[in-house]
Every structure is written in structure tokens, then in C-alpha cells.
């Protein structure tokens, strides 16, 4: 299905975040790598969410309605992940935080105007340097960064993984909190009947507020 990314330079971000950097990384070169982690953006799934359920309807005439129905009810739950994340920006007291974590969240970052750094690569396979983990660690002591941000995706039983806990070894940092990019799921979120929307809004949003003093 085609689908066209749509230009931010209109989104309203915090001028704080506006010039920030990722680093380069071994999954492509520089600014030619493309992100491919367009769902975590609320009004980029929205759009994609559009698509789909046109070509649906286009596949399948005799059910064309339903399909968008459903498409347009799930937007519009995407359009509330969208409103929770701009009312968490607009009262974030801090515009940076750490992600020990693969660094999935950019469209998220362009959109909202906060930065995630993460010492990590696009790739969950990617490898930190003893440097790039050094410059964590001084980010986390330079902005006083209470809570440190991990996938639990990427980690054997949800809890911290190797990386966050030395980041919270090595500073004053005091807590982790959990942040998924929407690769997979767990059979703790099947039970609860978690989709995407509700990892937004049960897991990511809060650990969200808690990261970026937004409380």
C-alpha cells in the first residue's frame, strides 16, 4: 500500500528540542537511514490506519462500510493518544530524557518537541560504545534525570535491562520505568487485552510524565 510521510515543520514543538541531535549508528548512513518506527506516532498510524481501511473497502465493496467505521473509530482513539501526548508536552518541565533502549521514538521526539537519547542504535541488535554510554551518563548528571527509560520488550522477564541498570548505577538517577516501541507484545498485555493504543496510554504515556517531570 503506498503511503506518503507528511512534513512536521508546522508541529508546534518546545524550542528546547527543536535542534536536538541523534547520534549516528550503525544501521545506516546518517540522515539517509530511514526510521522505520512510523506507529508510534499517533497521527502517522492515523493516517496509515486511513489507508488501509480505504483499500479494504476497495478489495471488498460488500463490506466497504464497516471497514471504515472501524478505521475511523480507531483514529479517533489515536487522536486522544495524540491530545495526552501534546498536554504532556506542553507541561514537561524538562525536554530531554534517557531511553536505554533501541532508538525507536523520533517521530515521537519531532512531533512533541522533547528528546529521548539513547545511547543505542535504530536496530534492538545494535551495540552501545563504552563512549556513547559515557555520554549517558553525563546527560543524566548534567540535567539531574531522575528516571531512566527502557523497552521491556527487550528484556528477559520485562524488568530493567544490563544497560538502564548501569546508567542507574553509575548516577543519581532513582528509578526505571518502562517504555515500549510497539515491536510485539507480552502474555501479560494479551491477558489484559492491551493493544498498541493501550501501551500508549497504560504504559508509555505514564512512564512518559514520570521521565520528563510532566507529572
Request: aromatic content about 6%; cysteine-free.
Amino acid at each position: 500500500l503506498a503511503w506518503e510521510e507528511h512534513d512536521h515543520d508546522d508541529e508546534e514543538n518546545h524550542e528546547e528540542g527543536d535542534d536536538h541531535d541523534h547520534q549516528e549508528d550503525d544501521d545506516g548512513p546518517g540522515d539517509e537511514f530511514q526510521d522505520p518506527h512510523v506507529w508510534i506516532d499517533p497521527i502517522l498510524a492515523g493516517e496509515m490506519v486511513e489507508v488501509l481501511g480505504n483499500k479494504l473497502a476497495e478489495l471488498d465493496p460488500d463490506n466497504a462500510d464497516q471497514y471504515r467505521e472501524n478505521a475511523s473509530a480507531y483514529v479517533d482513539r489515536l487522536d486522544d493518544v495524540d491530545q495526552q501526548l501534546r498536554e504532556l508536552s506542553d507541561a514537561a518541565r524538562v525536554d530531554v530524557g534517557i531511553f536505554a533502549g533501541h532508538d525507536s521514538f523520533r517521530y515521537v521526539e519531532d512531533r512533541y518537541g522533547f528528546e529521548l537519547h539513547s545511547p543505542q542504535g535504530v536496530s534492538p541488535s545494535a551495540e552501545p560504545s563504552p563512549d556513547d554510554i559515557a555520554e549517558t551518563i553525563d546527560l543524566v548528571e548534567d540535567n539531574d534525570i531522575d528516571t531512566i527509560l527502557y523497552d521491556p520488550l527487550e528484556t528477559d522477564g520485562g524488568g530493567p535491562p544490563p544497560l538502564a541498570e548501569r546508567i542507574l548505577d553509575s548516577t543519581d538517577a532513582a528509578e526505571a520505568r518502562p517504555l515500549s516501541s510497539g515491536d510485539g507484545t507480552t502474555a501479560e498485555w494479551n491477558d489484559e487485552g492491551w493493544g498498541w493504543i493501550e501501551q500508549m496510554t497504560e504504559l508509555n504515556i505514564p512512564s512518559l510524565r514520570a521521565a520528563l517531570d510532566a507529572e
